[in-house]
């Protein structure tokens, strides 16, 4: 493997700038590398190989004129795939989408190759990102780089597990109650998951709308703000899109953080945590206290009600989002029905995994006719006290911290067949998309078989800049990051 792979994608980027490797042989060396791995690893649902050499080429023409270069300019990345890039497969890891070819690009993609950043390609998911271990794809499990024979985490394994295998520097996820965030920390790198709006969602494939968002994965902190800062922005064809100046959010990561006080997440603290995830995140406290920061407790009471009000309402938004799906503009369709409400049925029966069946069934009986009162309505009051436990708590602390999970990345397999177990990976992530709020996984150790541990910080809304702050304080006080899964 080149050895310029194994750096981060700050380093990547000054490598090219320096004139050390081109832009073209750093993709070129990234394609190498998946294609010694990928056969194992299982990230790529497809590789956008075309696409991202021209890139990689526009970036080397760039440094030849001796033109300045955009922000992480020639540095290789891999994309959720459910993202839309226009001329590329776009499948959401479902077979109803297996054969859709995108017609257009994401807000998130334009922003990307504006940049000049080569997409090598699209990165396996679990099936229209429902799932905690990438287990749910439609065409192939996605491996953890650590140990093969465990899961990457959820839904955005496939982004994750690229980054952590040095098949890419950095990568793009959505997270919708956890989805960037727990990969992270089960594949020792750090996700991020931004305040809700911060990213324009147009052109990503909606699993609910109102807890969607897509974020950065990188190998430092640094990484992770510097791809933000090139994502983030006002767009207009997304209605949620705040309409806000975009933040230089690298330059706050040295700023002092002595005296911040740093709230400890009560409900998170629990007997419910592998002792050696216990272990990693008291390390982590004491190591607040050493950079000076004030250690407060923090109960968020609404907190344990957090996964039955995400399984309501994010099942209610797929089900709604998901009736597009329906073999009759775009995707797979049956072969095989005698009237259009049998195309209809059969379509859906056959193009959707059982995993997403469970959730539309779920949400339709959310939102039914006598039930919805009773299901929906009291999740969005509930949502609502959960935010409210989340503003009270900034009241106290600059920001907050937990176990990213509760455990380490587990078989593939253990908990396949036992869906309230998987749901129930996601308890620590899932509140900071009811509310909104930015949150991010940084690396915090390793447990006894080795596998990586992620320390969560949540910062209020739009704070991202103090959230990368303190993340990037910890970080640097430990070398977690600098050790790379060895493939």
Same mark, same amino acid.
């Given at each position: 493997?080149?050895?310029?792979?194994?750096?981060?994608?700050?380093?990547?980027?000054?490598?090219?700038?320096?004139?050390?490797?081109?832009?073209?042989?750093?993709?070129?060396?990234?394609?190498?590398?998946?294609?010694?791995?990928?056969?194992?690893?299982?990230?790529?649902?497809?590789?956008?190989?075309?696409?991202?050499?021209?890139?990689?080429?526009?970036?080397?023409?760039?440094?030849?004129?001796?033109?300045?270069?955009?922000?992480?300019?020639?540095?290789?990345?891999?994309?959720?795939?459910?993202?839309?890039?226009?001329?590329?497969?776009?499948?959401?890891?479902?077979?109803?989408?297996?054969?859709?070819?995108?017609?257009?690009?994401?807000?998130?993609?334009?922003?990307?190759?504006?940049?000049?950043?080569?997409?090598?390609?699209?990165?396996?998911?679990?099936?229209?990102?429902?799932?905690?271990?990438?287990?749910?794809?439609?065409?192939?499990?996605?491996?953890?780089?650590?140990?093969?024979?465990?899961?990457?985490?959820?839904?955005?394994?496939?982004?994750?597990?690229?980054?952590?295998?040095?098949?890419?520097?950095?990568?793009?996820?959505?997270?919708?109650?956890?989805?960037?965030?727990?990969?992270?920390?089960?594949?020792?790198?750090?996700?991020?998951?931004?305040?809700?709006?911060?990213?324009?969602?147009?052109?990503?494939?909606?699993?609910?709308?109102?807890?969607?968002?897509?974020?950065?994965?990188?190998?430092?902190?640094?990484?992770?703000?510097?791809?933000?800062?090139?994502?983030?922005?006002?767009?207009?064809?997304?209605?949620?899109?705040?309409?806000?100046?975009?933040?230089?959010?690298?330059?706050?990561?040295?700023?002092?953080?002595? !005296?911040?006080? +740093?709230?400890?997440?009560?409900? =998170?603290? #629990?007997? $419910? &945590? @592998?002792?050696?995830?216990?272990? %990693?995140?008291?390390?982590?406290?004491?190591?607040?206290?050493?950079?000076?920061?004030?250690?407060?407790?923090?109960?968020?009471?609404?907190?344990?009600?957090?996964?039955?009000?995400?399984?309501?309402?994010?099942?209610?938004?797929?089900?709604?989002?998901?009736?597009?799906?329906?073999?009759?503009?775009?995707?797979?369709?049956?072969?095989?029905?005698?009237?259009?409400?049998?195309?209809?049925?059969?379509?859906?029966?056959?193009?959707? !995994?059982?995993? +997403?069946?469970?959730?539309?069934? =779920?949400? #339709?009986? $959310? &939102? @039914?006719?006598?039930?919805?009162? %009773?299901?929906?309505?009291?999740?969005?009051?509930?949502?609502?006290?959960?935010?409210?436990?989340?503003?009270?708590?900034?009241?106290?602390?600059?920001?907050?911290?937990?176990?990213?999970?509760?455990?380490?990345?587990?078989?593939?397999?253990?908990?396949?067949?036992?869906?309230?177990?998987?749901?129930?990976?996601?308890?620590?992530?899932?509140?900071?998309?009811?509310?909104?709020?930015?949150?991010?996984?940084?690396?915090?150790?390793?447990?006894?078989?080795?596998?990586?541990?992620?320390?969560?910080?949540?910062?209020?809304?739009?704070?991202?800049?103090?959230?990368?702050?303190?993340?990037?304080?910890?970080?640097?006080?430990?070398?977690?990051?600098?050790?790379?899964?060895?493939?």
């Amino acid at each position: 493997m080149n050895e310029l792979l194994r750096k981060s994608a700050t380093e990547q980027g000054l490598a090219i700038k320096n004139k050390e490797i081109s832009a073209t042989e750093l993709t070129k060396a990234a394609y190498e590398r998946i294609a010694e791995i990928e056969d194992k690893l299982g990230a790529f649902n497809s590789l956008t190989k075309e696409i991202a050499l021209e890139t990689a080429k526009k970036v080397d023409e760039k440094i030849a004129k001796g033109e300045e270069l955009p922000l992480l300019a020639g540095v290789p990345l891999a994309l959720k795939d459910n993202m839309n890039l226009k001329g590329s497969k776009t499948t959401a890891s479902s077979k109803i989408l297996e054969n859709f070819v995108s017609p257009f690009n994401a807000t998130i993609t334009e922003k990307l190759l504006n940049n000049l950043v080569p997409i090598v390609g699209k990165a396996n998911l679990d099936e229209f990102a429902m799932g905690s271990s990438n287990e749910n794809s439609a065409f192939k499990k996605v491996h953890n780089p650590w140990d093969l024979k465990k899961v990457p985490g959820g839904s955005s394994g496939g982004s994750a597990a690229s980054v952590a295998s040095c098949e890419a520097a950095l990568a793009l996820g959505s997270d919708t109650g956890g989805s960037i965030r727990l990969p992270a920390s089960f594949c020792g790198i750090v996700g991020m998951k931004p305040t809700y709006g911060r990213v324009s969602r147009y052109g990503l494939i909606a699993f609910a709308s109102s807890l969607d968002q897509i974020g950065p994965f990188g190998r430092t902190v640094e990484d992770t703000a510097n791809l933000l800062e090139v994502i983030s922005g006002h767009d207009p064809k997304d209605s949620t899109s705040l309409n806000l100046p975009v933040e230089h959010y690298a330059e706050s990561l040295n700023n002092d953080i002595k !005296g911040m006080k +740093v709230g400890v997440i009560k409900e =998170l603290m #629990t007997d $419910a &945590l @592998s002792p050696d995830v216990a272990k %990693a995140i008291e390390k982590a406290i004491e190591d607040y206290k050493k950079l000076g920061c004030e250690i407060v407790e923090i109960s968020l009471p609404n907190l344990k009600h957090s996964i039955g009000i995400y399984y309501i309402l994010a099942t209610a938004e797929c089900s709604s989002n998901l009736a597009r799906f329906d073999g009759v503009k775009y995707g797979y369709r049956t072969h095989d029905a005698k009237n259009l409400l049998e195309m209809y049925t059969k379509t859906r029966a056959e193009g959707f !995994g059982p995993e +997403v069946k469970r959730r539309i069934m =779920l949400g #339709t009986y $959310a &939102l @039914s006719s006598g039930y919805y009162d %009773a299901y929906y309505k009291k999740a969005q009051q509930m949502r609502a006290l959960v935010t409210q436990d989340f503003a009270e708590a900034f009241k106290k602390a600059d920001v907050l911290i937990s176990p990213t999970c509760p455990n380490t990345a587990f078989e593939l397999g253990a908990k396949a067949s036992d869906p309230l177990a998987m749901y129930l990976t996601d308890i620590a992530t899932i509140s900071a998309n009811l509310a909104g709020i930015p949150g991010l996984s940084v690396p915090a150790g390793f447990d006894r078989d080795g596998m990586p541990i992620g320390l969560q910080v949540l910062a209020p809304q739009l704070q991202e800049a103090r959230l990368f702050n303190a993340a990037h304080k910890f970080e640097r006080a430990n070398d977690y990051y600098l050790q790379i899964a060895n493939l």
